[in-house]
């Protein structure tokens, strides 16, 4: 046999004179594995929609070597025995055995055979001279062949064996209804292989294994491949020869230079290949809003795929972007760079923030397919989208493309949802497959209207998001007017609380601040001032919390956390005034660092009782989370939770400022902590079942004994109808220092 010949199987054992033998090094027949189920349905669905439709099919390369008449086959095995098994079972239904036998049999053994296993030899030997049976509708074809008197049931432990029968009820089942179809599977010749004879390279085992390492053996892949070319040759012949010869030479020689240096103790080159076709294939679905609301995506029904890639436009997109990733020289050098000078994961002025650590989408997308995110699919998209557009031969770096990128970050990340019930502080994705269309179109006006700092979304017939798009349009009209404020804006949009969204930063941009010098100082601030410290200042400017929900105490406030201010500073109308005093008065002071300047600020005086209390008492801000309960009309009823739902710890804030104070002498004497659970009341624990805990006016206690009456001196208080003492602040003392009064006298 001649290298590229293409044959069919029957050929091999007429024309050419060989048998087939399926060497030890190859693994067992795997087609017919219970778990391969899709597998066998699709192979089985090309092979006989060939056949029905009188269709070539050609099932790529098979590659092996010849010895003593006897074809061994390196790769294609799992091709080879099914197609060998259809011989055999159409042979059977179409009463035409005898021709069977004639092609397959010589001097009562199968010409076609495994070296695996004795009783895999055995049972293709049976088959081959003894397997005529009558098949019978109410019995499958495995159970009637394991009631001849030739089969043994050990075989039932040869996994090859067991493989085989299972195909073969697969068999039946999708061609019971057929007639005439040996003929044509033999005589017609269509369905047939390439063949590679390693003889003329000089070449065997070794070659196989390098093969087999670059996932040429993946029985899915080859039955993708398969069925894929028949879809592209029944839309563009032209479109095929391009597809088959790339996806052997330039495309594989991406993806194992890829795999060899990702994963070079394990390359997977097909699964690399199926990957990208899947997110291509997927993005390709969703974009089409009629395809994606009339059907359910799955990338193994061939139906959806058939359907997507109907279009030649479709496959030319696909076609295009494999050409397009894998055109440079040095593929995997060239691919590395472009994405590092793209993507970062901090606050770099001069690439996008993706928020993430893995900043190279491609090999994301190859090697770690189920963690890829809507924003990943979308940025490749788009970065695939303008060099296919403006017809770049390679991945080019340029200003348009990080420019680009930014754009469509800043858009998609801004889709969102603002808190839920298992994470109020949080500001997750709010993305469905149904946005697709409405997405991919909005990134295709952007990259129709290059350059895009003169991106103007008013010339859009479209309405989607168009708040958010006004804000982008102001952002640049700002850097146009000011262009030396450029990387500051994409300093600070790159930075993890704000991500894109400067909308706090209105009033600043509004101002005759330098927007360099504020951007610096944002950056130092939460690099180096601790959360706590950072929540007091802003406190000091004014009440900027925001309202999360609600729980059996009261409303829920949430301050900011760290790592977690992206739920602060996203729609936040209180938080503009705010910062813009706050930068002020750091760039009026003129320290060397933030810290020092938060120092040297003038100490703001604060109307509200409680922010008073919360920045001049570190303690009462003791929440894990930072989301706090405030109770209606209840002034010193704020309990800081340690979860999001009061199911959890929580204590009241006062009751853990006054337990956490220095002055108090008596804590080591006080057997709680405050903290409590459920709906209890948090409390501080005195002699004798008695406590005390902040009510409206200031501080109720339970008991009014001797020595609990005994340490009033000098307290506001007064004694309540039922039982039980209220002590008030005075303008002396606050509600913290009049407790802790309290107890000192009590434990003294």
């Not at 055979?113 to 049976?126: C, E, G, I, P, V």
């Not at 189920?370 to 924003?375: F, G, R, Y």
Request: with cysteine; charged share 25%; hydrophobic share 35%.
């Amino acid at each position: 046999m001649k290298t590229g010949e293409k044959l069919t199987l029957t050929d091999i054992f007429t024309t050419k004179d060989l048998s087939v033998q399926i060497p030890i090094i190859q693994r067992d027949y795997a087609q017919g594995r219970n778990n391969k189920k899709s597998i066998r349905n699709e192979f089985l669905t090309v092979l006989f929609n060939a056949l029905q439709d009188d269709k070539i099919v050609d099932l790529d390369f098979v590659y092996g070597y010849l010895e003593n008449a006897k074809f061994i086959p390196l790769d294609g095995q799992q091709r080879l025995t099914t197609l060998f098994l259809l011989h055999y079972y159409l042979a059977v239904k179409d009463e035409k055995f005898d021709s069977f036998k004639t092609i397959f049999q010589q001097e009562n053994l199968s010409k076609f055979t495994y070296k695996t296993r004795h009783s895999s030899r055995s049972f293709f030997d049976n088959l081959t001279s003894n397997g005529e049976v009558v098949l019978n509708d109410d019995i499958i074809i495995s159970k009637l062949l394991k009631d001849q008197k030739w089969y043994f049931y050990e075989w039932e432990n040869d996994p090859t064996v067991a493989g085989a029968l299972t195909m073969l009820d697969a068999i039946e089942e999708k061609f019971k209804n057929s007639s005439g179809y040996f003929e044509k599977l033999v005589n017609n010749k269509l369905i047939s292989f390439e063949f590679l004879n390693l003889d003329e390279y000089n070449l065997s085992d070794d070659l196989y294994i390098k093969m087999n390492a670059r996932g040429k053996s993946l029985t899915s892949f080859e039955n993708f491949k398969a069925r894929f070319e028949s879809i592209i040759e029944s839309v563009d012949s032209d479109l095929r020869k391009e597809f088959v010869n790339s996806i052997d030479t330039t495309w594989c020689d991406l993806f194992w230079g890829l795999s060899k240096e990702y994963t070079p103790e394990k390359p997977a080159v097909d699964q690399l290949f199926l990957n990208y076709f899947s997110f291509i294939t997927g993005l390709l679905f969703n974009k089409d809003e009629e395809i994606a609301s009339n059907n359910e995506y799955d990338f193994n029904n061939f139906e959806i795929i058939s359907l997507i890639y109907s279009s030649k436009e479709n496959l030319k997109f696909l076609i295009d972007s494999l050409n397009l990733i894998s055109a440079s020289k040095d593929n995997v050098k060239e691919i590395n760079l472009f994405f590092d000078n793209i993507f970062t994961n901090e606050a770099d002025k001069n690439k996008v923030n993706i928020f993430e650590e893995e900043t190279n989408l491609l090999t994301k997308l190859l090697f770690s397919f189920s963690s890829i995110t809507h924003l990943d699919r979308f940025l490749l998209y788009s970065i695939i989208e303008f060099h296919l557009k403006f017809d770049y031969q390679k991945l080019t770096i340029n200003n348009e493309i990080i420019e680009l990128s930014r754009l469509v970050r800043n858009f998609v990340v801004d889709i969102n949802q603002k808190g839920n019930d298992n994470s109020r502080d949080d500001v997750v994705p709010n993305i469905r497959f149904s946005n697709y269309p409405e997405i991919v179109g909005f990134i295709d006006k952007i990259i129709s209207e290059k350059p895009f700092d003169q991106f103007d979304y008013n010339t859009s017939s479209s309405s989607y998001r168009k708040e958010f798009v006004q804000r982008e349009i102001a952002k640049i009209n700002y850097i146009n007017l000011n262009p030396q404020f450029r990387e500051a804006i994409q300093l600070l949009e790159n930075h993890p609380n704000l991500k894109g969204n400067l909308s706090s930063f209105d009033l600043i941009l509004q101002s005759n601040l330098d927007i360099t010098n504020v951007a610096n100082n944002f950056v130092e601030l939460w690099k180096t001032v601790e959360t706590n410290d950072i929540l007091r200042c802003l406190l000091s400017y004014g009440d900027y919390s925001v309202h999360v929900g609600k729980c059996y105490f009261g409303a829920l406030w949430y301050f900011g956390n760290k790592n977690k201010w992206e739920r602060i500073f996203y729609a936040n109308d209180k938080l503009p005034t705010i910062l813009l005093d706050l930068f002020t008065d750091i760039e009026s002071v003129k320290q060397k660092t933030v810290k020092t300047a938060l120092q040297k600020l003038k100490k703001k005086e604060v109307d509200e009782e409680w922010r008073k209390l919360f920045i001049n008492y570190p303690k009462m801000l003791i929440s894990d989370t930072n989301i706090y309960s405030f109770r209606d009309e209840k002034y010193y009823k704020i309990d800081a939770l340690d979860k999001y739902t009061l199911r959890g710890y929580h204590t009241n804030s006062f009751v853990n400022a006054v337990l956490h104070d220095s002055k108090l002498l008596s804590s080591n004497k006080i057997k709680n902590n405050g903290w409590e659970v459920d709906t209890n009341e948090s409390v501080i624990q005195l002699k004798n079942s008695a406590y005390m805990t902040p009510v409206n006016d200031g501080w109720f206690i339970s008991h009014s004994t001797k020595d609990i009456m005994n340490s009033l001196n000098g307290l506001s208080f007064k004694e309540l109808d039922k039982k039980g003492i209220l002590i008030t602040p005075s303008k002396k003392e606050n509600i913290i220092e009049v407790a802790i009064i309290f107890l000192n006298n009590y434990y003294k």
